[in-house]
């Protein structure tokens, strides 16, 4: 199966991706964001959402955590990050293990 | 802990005997699953997270760097530039399975080369092209960085499902049955002595 990856965020700063061959969705706010992702996310195997939406959308991604796609990923927006791609990996690995192996704190 | 709920016969016993066991060797085989994914999992959990360190820090460097272009383009002229893609990612997707759990497989088919930019040179300030340029360069870490993360989220979700059957398991399952099973016998044993006795008073009066 041939995948494509699109990517959902705010601003103008995705747009650099659009020249490395992301297919891009400028939106405005969350509930924009959760409209676009579940209309593209039949079409886009891959689709990156910038952190300031994902992290306001976080219920409603991990719906789809239950398959394997398609794969949704928060990737840092134009101000930079606020960790909350780590926290992501964090949550997942307290659930999973209950201990702290990676981020020592 | 509570027993269950069964007539004290021989049948009943036997029957809960089966399921013990099968409860014991079910018990035995989810530990042991449940360990081989932990170790799968801390061992993906590690690449992800360094992976996810490279490309928030690259990421943070290449749109700096775009919006320094952006600042020194009209908006307009922008949009123009953006708006036809030229390059094009193609990417295979497919599953893999990590102790029964179907994960994303992604392989980045190689792309030819072409020219990289949508645009033409003159069109627009240098810091674009370094940004472009370096934006392809880092798709490919990004999607790896998607594989693996869903990869943990994944095994994550699982990991959590499978401690909750083995608790499930050693906590409730076996003691309630090892408890009915002693519960059956003590009542048998008590029902034979009866009889015993029953029998050793007849005796004794006839």
Known sequence: MTGKTAIVGNGDGIMVFKAAGVATFPVEDEKKAEDTVRKIAKDYQIIFITEDLAKNLRDFLKRFDEEAYPVIVSIPNSVGSEGYGMNVLKTAMERALGVDILFNN | ?????????????????????????????????????????????????????????????????????????????????????????????????????????????????????????????????YSVAQATELLPVMIRLAQKEKAVRMLAEEIERN?????????????QLEETIKYIKDKLAENERASVVRLMKVKANG
């Not at chain 2, 608790?167 to 076996?174: D, F, S």
Request: proline fraction near 4%; hydrophobic fraction near 40%.
């Open chain 2, 1 to 129: 802990m509570a027993r269950l709920n069964v007539n004290p016969t021989r049948m009943e016993l036997k029957k809960l005997k089966g399921r013990l066991a099968t409860a014991t060797r079910g018990h035995k085989l989810l530990k042991d699953k449940s360990d081989e994914m932990i170790r799968r999992f801390t061992i993906i959990l590690r690449e992800t997270k360094s992976l996810r360190e490279e490309v928030e820090q690259r990421l943070a460097e290449i749109l700096k760097q775009f919006s320094v272009a952006r600042s020194l383009t009209s908006p307009f002229e922008m949009e123009t530039a953006f708006a036809m893609p030229s390059a094009k990612v193609e990417l295979t997707c497919e599953t893999e399975s990590i102790m029964g759990v179907d994960v994303p497989k992604i392989t980045v088919n190689d792309k030819k080369k072409t020219n990289a930019l949508p645009y033409a040179f003159a069109e627009i300030t240098g810091e674009a092209d």
């Open chain 2, 163 to 175: 401690k909750r059957r083995v608790n499930a398991l050693e906590y409730v399952m076996i003691p």
